[in-house]
């Protein structure tokens, strides 16, 4: 995807379709955070119906990104992204009018295939749309604006939802997209011209159908589990994620050796430090649990408007913005120790918080200082920590396998998303569901930060093995006798 060179303006113009591309994913990911109670109260909905609205989009969106990347180079950037946009249009139109739960989630779920067929066809888009010398730029304006849309969406969502413009409620978190996607895709008819890989990779079909079994099989049963009573199929379905990770790998593996290019090379599993920096990643993303169960915490147990809660998220998207401006300097002080720096951040962050819940009278707020300064704190340690976390997994690629890794790397973003809301959800559920007061809410989300923070201890332990040496990665991994 290439602009049509009348002139330099007509270029960021259409670079400014792509940044609209980038933006939505990531706003319909954290917006629908602060309308969840607003919308279990329209539709009835179950804690498992309301844990499938934030991990059916995660998980689509993971299974498939990387194959959203190799369709565009198959049939063209600027086709499949805007089949994508008009996807994710339709999927927002079955959102905004659902009239029952199952509408709703398979709406989200259609939003998260939408997005992964975008998202990727922008980010590569970079690449042709400027010359090498603009790319820096352009790279940092694409980043800013996906911080800026997870910055922003809490407090858009609340505002939306309080200011119940046409009746809407709920409904125009989801219906606001609509006019942005028509936009979009007349700007992108009209600048954006189409290109595709000059060498295209064949489609890993069965690969893709591996991936989405093996996260299925992982997911359907921890968010249904709880509320089912874990039924003896449930029990087997979660026993068979598993053997479809092996079967996956076992099937990468073949169809490389035949010449194939697989979603996840075999090479990157032999390179040093790779799979603990994989697992740390899928470690860190939990905190999407915080996003749920803090809304949740102050408009069922504090009485909070959506308006004021989505505003209580603003301390995190500001320390979000601040963090990776800080980097360069921590590197200066702290070098590989920087992510798990962060994350040490974000577990102090959870502690205060958890503290301030746990010892606050039983249906009275905090005290707001507390809870701005923990807020604040979690925002700012993922500001250094995700970065560089990624940076960090990167590095350790093999040659010619940085593109490939990227892809996984995003991917294992959202898987764990997923889980955190499929696994850190139900445990918050499971303690708030119940009596469904103030105090049993507050101890859900207590017991959500707490494994919270154990997750991010595991991931920043990872992050340090990950970082280190090749040689000492080799000693630590067969010290000598």
Request: with cysteine; charged share 10%; proline share 7%.
């Given at each position: 995807?290439?602009?049509?060179?009348?002139?330099?303006?007509?270029?960021?113009?259409?670079?400014?379709?792509?940044?609209?591309?980038?933006?939505?994913?990531?706003?319909?990911?954290?917006?629908v955070n602060v309308a969840l109670p607003s919308i279990r109260g329209g539709l009835a909905i179950t804690p498992a119906q309301v844990q499938w609205v934030i991990s059916g989009y995660a998980a689509s969106y993971a299974v498939f990104l990387i194959t959203g990347g190799r369709l565009g180079d198959l049939f063209g950037r600027r086709r499949v992204f805007m089949a994508g946009m008009a996807g994710f249009g339709v999927a927002s139109l079955i959102c905004g009018l659902a009239e029952s739960p199952a509408m709703l989630i398979g709406g989200r779920v259609l939003q998260g295939l939408s997005a992964a067929a975008m998202a990727p066809q922008c980010l590569a888009s970079v690449h042709s749309l400027f010359a090498q010398h603009q790319r820096s730029r352009a790279l940092a304006v694409y980043g800013a604006t996906i911080?800026?849309?997870?910055?922003?969406?809490?407090?858009?969502?609340?505002?939306?939802?309080?200011?119940?413009?046409?009746?809407?409620?709920?409904?125009?978190?989801?219906?606001?997209?609509?006019?942005?996607v028509i936009v979009v895709l007349i700007g992108g008819t009209r600048l954006l011209a189409d290109t595709r890989s000059q060498t295209p990779a064949p489609l890993d079909r069965i690969g893709v159908l591996l991936c989405a079994l093996t996260v299925g099989l992982l997911v359907i049963p921890l968010v249904e589990g709880r509320e089912a009573g874990w039924p003896w199929w449930l029990c087997l379905l979660l026993l068979g994620?598993?053997?479809?990770?092996?079967?996956?790998?076992?099937?990468?593996?073949?169809?490389?050796?035949?010449?194939?290019?697989?979603?996840?090379?075999?090479?990157?599993?032999?390179?040093?430090?790779?799979?603990?920096?994989?697992?740390?990643?899928?470690?860190?993303?939990?905190?999407?649990?915080?996003?749920?169960?803090?809304?949740?915490?102050?408009?069922?147990?504090?009485?909070?408007?959506?308006?004021?809660?989505?505003?209580?998220?603003?301390?995190?998207?500001?320390?979000?913005?601040?963090?990776?401006?800080?980097?360069?300097?921590?590197?200066?002080?702290?070098?590989?120790?920087?992510?798990?720096?962060?994350?040490?951040?974000?577990?102090?962050?959870?502690?205060?918080?958890?503290?301030?819940?746990?010892?606050?009278?039983?249906?009275?707020?905090?005290?707001?200082?507390?809870?701005?300064?923990?807020?604040?704190?979690?925002?700012f340690g993922q500001g250094w920590a995700l970065p560089t976390l990624i940076r960090t997994v990167i590095d350790r690629a093999p040659p010619g396998g940085s593109g490939m890794l990227s892809g996984v790397v995003n991917s294992a973003l959202q898987i764990s998303a997923a889980l955190g809301v499929a696994v850190l959800g139900g445990v918050f559920y499971a303690l708030a569901a119940p009596a469904q007061n103030a105090s049993s809410i507050a101890s859900g989300f207590i017991a959500t930060l707490l494994g919270i923070a154990g997750c991010l201890v595991v991931s920043a332990l990872l992050s340090v093995y990950a970082s280190m040496p090749r040689k000492a990665q080799a000693a630590a991994s067969f010290p000598s006798p």
């Open positions: 995807m290439t602009f049509k060179p009348d002139c330099e303006a007509r270029r960021w113009w259409a670079f400014a379709v792509l940044l609209v591309g980038a933006f939505l994913p990531p706003l319909d990911f954290f917006i911080g800026f849309a997870a910055v922003v969406a809490q407090a858009l969502g609340g505002w939306l939802i309080s200011m119940n413009l046409w009746g809407l409620q709920w409904r125009a978190v989801f219906l606001i997209n609509l006019p942005i994620s598993p053997l479809a990770a092996v079967t996956f790998w076992r099937h990468e593996i073949a169809f490389e050796r035949r010449g194939g290019t697989p979603l996840v090379s075999a090479q990157l599993s032999r390179a040093p430090g790779l799979v603990a920096g994989l697992t740390g990643v899928l470690f860190f993303y939990v905190i999407s649990a915080f996003f749920l169960t803090f809304s949740i915490y102050l408009q069922d147990a504090m009485g909070a408007t959506p308006l004021a809660s989505g505003l209580m998220f603003v301390p995190f998207g500001l320390g979000f913005l601040i963090g990776p401006l800080t980097t360069p300097f921590a590197i200066r002080w702290f070098g590989r120790f920087v992510p798990a720096i962060g994350m040490l951040l974000e577990v102090l962050g959870c502690l205060i918080l958890s503290a301030a819940v746990a010892t606050a009278p039983t249906g009275q707020s905090p005290p707001i200082t507390l809870v701005i300064l923990a807020v604040a704190l979690l925002g």
